[in-house]
């Protein structure tokens, strides 16, 4: 996700790692949308993500040696029994669409009109959805405003381990 700083005011952060730049906050959102990194309560609603489906163990945000959290002996029972079916993915879409057109929660279906998953956050073209890990491999649409859709197509992140999408 590249280097976060904490440093003294007037210090120069380029300085402390050379070859770096400071990029825009849009920037940063979509670098962790093309690896599939949610944050914050759009991408992770409060009572409706899942800590496994969000990928939070993929990146050590779930111990299961430390208990006393809500839904742990959920999140405990699906992590050991290896049936995780849906996944915050990245995607991409076909073309950009304004945030504002994008209904929250909207829905992605599958080219038979099957539901495929929920879209989640972006910016422009990319974002990230949580998506049935059976479907990724369609074609995939985004429902927008109206009755128009627009087609996505979404990836697996490189530093994820093999997922098994059966």
């Known amino acids: 996700m590249g ?5 003294s005011k007037g210090t120069d952060p380029l300085e402390i790692v050379p070859g770096s730049q400071i990029g825009e906050v849009e920037d940063y959102h979509r670098h962790r949308y ?9 991408d992770l609603p409060s009572g409706i993500a899942l800590p496994l489906e969000s ?6 945000g779930i111990s299961f040696t430390k208990g006393c959290y809500i839904g742990q002996e959920l999140t405990a029972r699906t992590h050991h029994m290896g049936v995780i079916r849906k996944r915050l993915l990245p995607i991409e879409l076909s073309s950009p669409v304004p945030s504002e057109s994008i209904p929250e929660g909207a829905e992605i279906v599958s080219e038979s009109g099957k539901s495929a998953g929920k879209y989640r956050a972006g910016v422009d073209q990319l974002g990230i959805a949580l998506l049935r890990l059976a479907n990724i ?17 979404a990836s697996i992140p490189k530093w994820w381990p093999k997922l098994d999408s059966k």
Do not use: C, F
């Not at 280097?3 to 440093?7: D, F, G, P, V």
């Not at 990928?55 to 050590?60: G, P, V």
């Not at 995939?140 to 405003?145: D, E, I, R």
């Open 55 to 60: 990928n939070l163990a993929y990146m050590n």
């Open 137 to 153: 491999n369609e074609p995939l649409h985004l429902k927008v405003s109206g009755d128009s859709h627009v087609s996505l197509t």
């Open 34 to 42: 093309r690896q599939g990194v949610p944050e914050g309560i759009k």
């Open 3 to 7: 280097w976060r700083l904490i440093t």
